[in-house]
Antibody
Framework: EVQLVESGGGLVQPDSSLTLSCAAS????????MHWVRQVPGKGLEWVSG????????GYADSVRGRFTISRDNARNSLYLQMNSLRVEDMALYYC???????????????WGQGTPVTVSS | DIQMTQSPSTLSASVGDSVTITCRAS??????LAWYQQRPGKAPKLLIY???ILESGVPSRFSGSGSGTEFSLTISGLQPDDFASYYC?????????FGQGTKLEI
């Protein structure tokens, strides 16, 4: 059974940093691209970032490019999102999602975690 | 970036009804469109990708169609579990944009 478990969310002040983690199990992690998708409670979904199976092909939404960094550790079956210079508008539930393909450009999210909340407030 | 617009935003229906949700892309995305279902308090679930391919385990009452800029999701014979929110998503360009969602309510 595929499982994705996010952690690392919390309450932070504007302009601070936070790192999210996603522990994956139940599939061959290094065969697939992985993504972060966020959702403001009661609102829609926004793709944040994706990384291909080998970690060499990476993409970001314009809203986070230059502030967020996605990475993966295939030996640990883990995905990460380093978030710097956090803004109030980054406040959301952050989901880890598995791609059906090896390259993040595929963009079909077939499994999702339950999300970790990020609150940005002074 | 490609913009995705869903209609309607809210849809009222009854068990047994058939409903259609529409998704329009701001430019052609070929057949690169997916649909997701999200129940309250739960993560989204992939229903359909590449316009019409049903994800494994998804009931056949769900179907998708369209191409280019106009797409639709049809649910035939609504079941109680189907009352949820639905999102389209383009998987053509690297922005992987979602529609704003359609809430299907009783």
């Amino acid at each position: 059974e595929v499982q994705l478990v996010e952690s690392g969310g919390g309450l932070v002040q504007p302009d601070s940093s936070l790192t999210l983690s996603c522990a994956a199990s139940g599939f061959t992690f290094d065969d697939y691209a992985m993504h972060w998708v966020r959702q403001v409670p009661g609102k829609g979904l926004e793709w944040v970032s994706g990384i291909s199976w080998h970690g060499n092909n990476i993409g970001y939404a314009d809203s986070v490019r230059g502030r967020f960094t996605i990475s993966r550790d295939n030996a640990r079956n883990s995905l990460y999102l380093q978030m710097n210079s956090l803004r109030v508008e980054d406040m959301a539930l952050y989901y880890c999602a598995k791609d059906r393909d090896a390259d993040y450009v595929g963009g079909i999210f077939d499994y999702w975690g339950q999300g970790t909340p990020v609150t940005v407030s002074s | 970036d490609i913009q995705m617009t869903q209609s309607p935003s809210t849809l009222s229906a009854s068990v047994g009804d058939s409903v259609t949700i529409t998704c329009r892309a701001s430019q052609s995305i070929g057949s690169w469109l997916a649909w997701y279902q999200q129940r309250p308090g739960k993560a989204p679930k992939l229903l359909i990708y590449k316009t019409s391919i049903l994800e494994s385990g998804v009931p056949s009452r769900f179907s998708g169609s369209g191409s280019g800029t106009e797409f639709s999701l049809t649910i035939s014979g609504l079941q109680p579990d189907d009352f949820a929110s639905y999102y389209c998503q383009q998987h053509n360009s690297l922005s992987h944009t979602f529609g704003q969602g359609t809430k299907l309510e009783i």
